[in-house]
């Protein structure tokens, strides 16, 4: 079959006339791995053909019955370390790798069923994995991990092999921006005050960073750890997740080389199997003396689906199907861990994964003079309180004077409008035509700042806007405008609702939004709000640009806003035209993550965006009105 693992796994589900064939297919690509796996956990082929069998017919459980919905490899051989771990309390301890044995007793390993990707419950790296959807999590294990090849590794999760390349470098983002996340979510008050310098040493390992934040490294077994893995994100990812996923035998398992005759033992262990070797093959009675295996979540007497095992366990053969089993046939090359060289995607300025979190460098140089011409727009007077700019038109009194016989008459003015001027060098744009995988929207600006997709349901595309429910979000991977400096933002929006605030556009900053373009319900109309310092509450002091009121639910607006750091004020523009001007008399930078709908405030998600969205634009400079104008218009 030609599906994908996730379509695979779906036709299982289905209990359809094909699931039998989608369990083999299942099976041919992945219970080799398993059972290669189990044969250095166990001390004899008979017990690592059961363990192996146990675990397969655990993990599929697991997925069928929607207990996880991650990558299958890793779940699999997740669940070999949590058979494993119950025969290490019971009678067949003696049937386990002594090493292994002992690392159970050690840490008390089950392996926790909640997730996808099982890993040390006390593992941050297993934890950000499992947070990851299962496109992002196949590419990343089997890239980095079992280092296959990009064509096997598309055919796992249904794309093309030109494609795998691109997709790893997103997963590895998602990966540490997941990673980031986790960290943060459990840390204590010290933690965070110290969360930036220990996100900006992992990068950078500067000597200046080290002198500020070693004392609490010393101190903090969680961040120090923190600042080794988020290295090997970067450098070392595949033994990062081997370690942590399988903490016992993972590394090994990455780097081994599987001949031909592990991969070629039957798809699963058991007599009267034709076509394949009988290799582990187990008497129908059992594999000891000591008596029936013992009963474990997921295996026991009972096989997959509920069906009675016996001989020649399959478990597709098992939900009904008859025949022989097929033998795999694919030759694993090169299952070294590939240190992932991320010098092209991981040019890093301390933002959040890649763009890192810690500095607060953009694309494009900012504009430090002024964006308008005395000819394109009259500087607008600066008062305490807010005014309207406004702008005249200069016009004759006297018509023009008739061209002498002599002279050839002047051409004839054109009656059609100029075209707008063209807005370029944007830093980001978001056109949400598509969603690249189940949780990418690429950047359309060629600058590779695509956003990742967030919500208990992600939002995806429809016809060209994204439709967002108030939980939902798009964030970058670090900011993507230097907001101590010029910058302008702009969106297409339609509002569900207007009896409550929303954020359409913003930037975090350490604990709040360090601006939002959005609307206010108090007011009912549209403002670009830019704090007037770095503060915890997003409702603090700020500079507010505003439109008058009158906001309507269903009604498609354009808005830019802009922070002129030249002429210190900020702007805010609604279908291209100016509706405010405000002052403004200092800044600062955000090095957080640009998000589209919603806002940040105390930390915590703030003003979520209930509407659509569409045509999202940063730059790095102050936009003119003229630009506002062909923004609105080419929207």
Request: aromatic content about 6%; proline content about 6%; overall charge neutral.
């Amino acid at each position: 079959m030609n599906l994908s693992d996730a379509e695979l796994l779906r036709l299982v589900r289905a209990r359809g006339e094909t699931s039998v064939s989608a369990l083999h297919e299942l099976e041919q690509r992945h219970f080799p791995a398993v059972r290669a796996f189990a044969a250095v956990s166990a001390v004899h082929p008979h017990a690592a053909g059961e363990l192996a069998y146990r675990a397969w017919q655990a993990a599929l459980r697991q997925q069928v019955d929607g207990g996880a919905g991650g990558a299958v490899r890793p779940c699999a051989l997740s669940w070999v370390l949590r058979t494993a771990s119950g025969w290490a309390r019971g009678n067949h301890r003696v049937a386990l790798n002594p090493q292994l044995a002992a690392w159970a007793d050690a840490t008390g390993a089950m392996m926790p069923g909640d997730s996808a990707a099982a890993g040390s419950p006390f593992s941050l790296a297993a934890r950000a994995f499992a947070g990851l959807p299962y496109h992002s999590q196949t590419i990343l294990w089997h890239q980095t991990v079992e280092g296959d090849d990009s064509a096997l590794t598309g055919r796992l999760t249904g794309t093309g092999p030109g494609e795998v390349s691109l997709l790893l470098r997103r997963a590895l983002e998602e990966f540490y921006s997941s990673y980031v996340q986790v960290l943060r979510d459990g840390m204590h008050d010290e933690c965070l005050r110290y969360h930036r310098l220990v996100l900006a040493y992992a990068d950078t390992r500067s000597a200046n960073i080290a002198t500020e934040v070693a004392p609490h490294l010393e101190r903090c077994a969680r961040c120090s750890g923190a600042v080794a893995d988020l290295g090997s994100v970067r450098y070392d990812c595949g033994a990062l997740l081997a370690q942590a996923l399988l903490p016992w035998g993972g590394p090994k398992h990455a780097a081994r080389g599987v001949n031909e005759d592990v991969t070629r033992v039957s798809l699963m262990p058991g007599a009267d199997m034709t076509g394949t070797a009988a290799t582990g093959a187990l008497p129908a009675g059992g594999w000891t003396s000591e008596g029936p295996m013992p009963a474990y979540p997921g295996a026991g007497s009972q096989g997959f689906a509920g069906q009675a095992t016996g001989k020649g366990r399959h478990a597709a053969l098992a939900a009904g199907a008859t025949g022989s089993a097929r033998t795999n046939g694919r030759r694993r090359a090169d299952l070294v861990v590939r240190c992932t060289a991320l010098a092209g995607v991981c040019t890093v300025g301390a933002a959040f994964a890649f763009g890192f979190v810690g500095g607060s460098t953009t694309g494009n140089p900012q504009s430090k003079g002024p964006s308008l011409s005395a000819k394109e727009e009259p500087a607008p007077v600066k008062t305490p309180s807010p005014s309207r700019a406004t702008a005249t038109a200069k016009s004759t009194s006297q018509p023009p004077p008739k061209p002498s016989k002599t002279q050839a008459p002047s051409p004839e003015p054109s009656k059609t409008r100029p075209s707008p001027p063209s807005v370029g060098n944007a830093a980001v744009q978001w056109l949400f035509n598509k969603a690249d995988g189940p949780s990418v929207t690429p950047d359309s600006s060629g600058n590779g700042k695509d956003g990742s997709l967030f919500g208990a349901s992600r939002p995806r595309p429809v016809n060209g806007v994204l439709p967002l429910d108030g939980s939902q979000f798009v964030a970058s991977q670090g900011p993507l405008v230097d907001t101590s400096s010029s910058f302008s933002v702009s969106a297409q929006v339609k509002l569900n609702r207007t009896d409550v605030s929303q954020t359409v556009v913003s930037q975090d900053s350490s604990e709040a939004s360090a601006f939002m373009l959005r609307y206010d319900a108090d007011e009912s109309h549209w403002e670009m709000r830019i704090p007037e310092r770095d503060a915890e509450d997003a409702e603090a002091e700020a500079d507010e640009a505003a439109s008058e009121s009158g906001v309507r639910a269903g009604e498609p607006t354009h808005l830019t806003g802009v922070y002129d750091d030249a002429a210190d004020e900020v702007r805010l523009y609604v279908d291209g035209r100016l509706a405010q001007t405000v002052a403004r008399e200092s800044d600062f930078a955000s090095s957080e993550r640009f998000i589209v709908g919603r806002g940040l405030s105390d930390n915590k998600f703030f003003q979520g965006l209930d509407g659509t969205v569409d045509d999202v634009q940063a730059f790095g400079k102050a936009i003119s009105s003229a630009e506002a104008r062909s923004l609105a218009q080419k929207s």
